[in-house]
């Protein structure tokens, strides 16, 4: 067994936390070892975790850095700690007691595998799936979801290789993330997983999702109001431009910008409550951010904090 250091990352989601530390503490392996990185959280968790899992470490950001550059810090961590895989968990999850028992057959398995993705189901209906692995398509510049919202009757039950994995549940390996480098921060949250699957790819190594490592995802915790949320809207907008920039070209960036401008702008007009105006007011201003060059954290009146 590989030594493997799980990362979750906590941003004002306690209660989440400690149900997934709690999930964690049914793995059956002995080799290895949890970090968890608070992002600047209204409330310390430290003392919580402590007082439950105090085998778990805790890495306290001074900052809100986002999913990718809070998720760095943890890979950073257990690199320096001697991870030869690091997993990145959600903290609105719960695991198979199996998993990295899964995730180590895969790794023997799949030698060229540079990142494993688990299958994921819903939370709140166990038997649905969430995701099974993907697939790029260039026309829309989007990826597919295999298996998404589909019963699970065995039809993925194949390891099978993917063009992206979901940082929801993503594993790595010491290796590529040393060839590739980390997830790209200017991201801050939605996309960054794409983004380093497809380095991973491009890099030579393989993509694959075992569907014996097995996760249930809550999902939406960092997005109330799931997908109609307007910060949603803004990172979706604004992140899919630059990964098109870094991964595709200008031409799509350019396409797709006119084309996502339009239909929000076209959203906004005839949008019949505030909230979903709000929605395609920050996705549109995310398309401008992109052109002006302004990555990071999305501004306080999208999140609804001004």
């Known amino acids: 067994m590989p030594c493997i250091f799980i990362v979750v990352l906590n941003w004002n989601g306690l209660e989440n936390t400690l149900g997934c530390l709690q999930s964690l503490a049914q793995l059956r392996s002995q080799n290895h070892h949890i970090i968890v990185v608070d992002n600047h959280s209204d409330l310390n968790p430290k003392a919580a975790i402590a007082a439950q899992f105090p085998q778990v470490e805790v890495l306290e950001n001074q900052e809100n850095l986002g999913f990718s550059g809070g998720c760095n810090r943890g890979i950073q961590l257990a690199l320096d700690r001697g991870a030869d895989w690091v997993l990145l968990l959600n903290n609105d999850t719960q695991v198979d007691p199996q998993l990295l028992h899964a995730f180590a057959q895969g790794i023997a398995d799949h030698p060229q595998g540079g990142a494993f993705g688990a299958k994921i189901y819903q939370a709140q209906r166990p038997d649905r799936l969430e995701f099974c692995g993907g697939d790029y398509v260039a026309k829309s510049a989007r990826f597919t979801n295999r298996g998404y919202h589909q019963r699970d009757q065995g039809q993925w039950d194949q390891p099978q290789q993917s063009d992206y994995l979901t940082g929801c549940t993503l594993l790595l390996k010491r290796e590529v993330l040393e060839q590739v480098g980390l997830l790209h921060e200017p991201y801050f949250l939605l996309w960054e997983d794409l983004d380093l699957g497809w380095r991973i790819r491009r890099s030579g190594w393989q993509l694959w999702v075992i569907p014996q490592a097995q996760v249930w995802h809550q999902g939406s915790a960092s997005f109330k109001g799931g997908r109609w949320a307007a910060h949603y809207w803004?990172?979706?907008?604004?992140?899919?431009?630059?990964?098109?920039?870094?991964?595709?070209?200008?031409?799509?960036?350019?396409?797709?910008?006119?084309?996502?401008?339009?239909?929000?702008?076209?959203?906004?007009?005839?949008?019949?409550?505030?909230?979903?105006?709000?929605?395609?007011?920050?996705?549109?201003?995310?398309?401008?951010?992109?052109?002006?060059?302004?990555?990071?954290?999305c501004p306080p009146w999208v999140m609804g904090t001004d």
């Open 234 to 297: 803004y990172f979706d907008a604004r992140n899919q431009l630059l990964w098109l920039e870094r991964n595709v070209g200008w031409r799509s960036v350019l396409w797709q910008s006119c084309r996502r401008t339009g239909k929000h702008g076209w959203n906004y007009l005839r949008a019949k409550t505030a909230g979903d105006r709000q929605a395609q007011k920050a996705a549109l201003v995310g398309i401008w951010h992109y052109f002006r060059r302004r990555f990071g954290n």
